[in-house]
């Protein structure tokens, strides 16, 4: 049976009001690093969230495609690098995600935590997390990590990102 003309169009702009609403989920922006070995890389990050308190986790949404993908293993750690609300050049810098391999940090200055990742010396604070789950979800995989430590870097505020639709980044 065929569907009328008017029955698609309510669909879609039923989609439509659905994506815009979705879009207004107010979410952080995050600089992801991971150390691999010897090797190393960072990815924007803005699907996170604080999931429990004791002990902390936090969850993070990472697209499928994404090489990193492969390196957050449970167990791996990776560092939260909470981005400041005037730090624009890290979403340019870190927004199209780097092929493993591929410096990520040039131009950028970084610390090192205790393990070795690398600390976003500008980044507002850090959550230090460790892969304790993962599970799939649509396009992306969601990962549930433990958070050990972390600090406060500097005063400011942190990046909020709200987006105007919910079906794409």
């Not at 600390?119 to 549930?144: D, K």
Request: with cysteine.
């Amino acid at each position: 049976m065929r569907r009328s003309q008017s029955a698609v169009q309510t669909q879609t702009e039923e989609r439509k009001q659905l994506a815009a609403a979705l879009g207004r989920v107010a979410s952080g922006v995050f600089v992801l690093t991971v150390r691999h070995a010897r090797a190393e890389t960072g990815m924007l990050a803005s699907w996170v969230q604080q999931c429990a308190f004791e002990p902390p986790h936090v969850s993070v949404a990472i697209k499928r495609t994404r090489p990193i993908i492969d390196w957050l293993k449970p167990v791996a750690s990776f560092i939260l690098n909470v981005v400041e609300r005037e730090q624009k050049n890290m979403i340019s810098h870190f927004g199209h995600g780097f092929p493993l391999g591929e410096p990520a940090f040039d131009g950028i200055q970084i610390e090192r935590h205790t393990d070795g990742t690398p600390v976003l010396a500008t980044a507002h604070a850090f959550l230090h997390c460790i892969v304790r789950n993962r599970v799939s979800v649509g396009e992306h995989e969601l990962f549930l990590a433990e958070v050990v430590g972390g600090r406060v870097l500097h005063d400011g505020h942190p990046m909020i990102h709200v987006r105007k639709s919910g079906a794409h980044y």
